[in-house]
């Protein structure tokens, strides 16, 4: 059974750093891409990074160069490391997996961690 399993996220004050990791388990063969996506209270899920087999990433238009996604293949971890966070990032975010046709495309990803929260603070 696949499983993904966020840790790292916490409450920091605006301007701070946080990095998230995801460990994947259960999987047969690698998928495709694996990504972060976050959900804020009443808006729709966004995409925030993502990054494919051969090592291609993608950022939310929103992201302006502030976060950096990776992978560790040997630790089956994803990464994201978020710097110079704004308020507007507070939400809940979450690691997908899945055999993608566009990196950023939410609904390409059928396996999701439970999610994990990022409070940013003044």
């Known amino acids: 059974q696949v499983k993904l399993v966020e840790s790292g996220g916490g409450s920091v004050q605006a301007g701070g750093s946080l990095r998230l990791s995801c460990v994947a388990s259960g999987y047969t063969y690698k998928p495709f891409c694996m990504g972060w996506f976050r959900q804020a209270p009443g808006k729709e899920r966004e995409a925030v990074a993502a990054?494919?087999?051969?090592?291609?990433?993608d950022y939310g238009d929103f992201v302006l160069g502030r976060f950096a996604i990776s992978k560790d293949n040997a630790k089956n971890t994803l990464y994201l490391q978020m710097n110079a966070l704004e308020l507007e990032d507070t939400a809940m975010y979450y690691c997908?997996?899945?055999?993608?046709?566009?990196?950023?495309?939410?609904?390409?990803?059928?396996?999701w961690g439970q999610g994990i929260q990022v409070t940013v603070s003044s």
């Open positions: 997908a997996a899945g055999d993608c046709y566009t990196l950023l495309t939410t609904s390409d990803y059928n396996n």
């Open positions: 990054i494919d087999l051969d090592g291609t990433t």
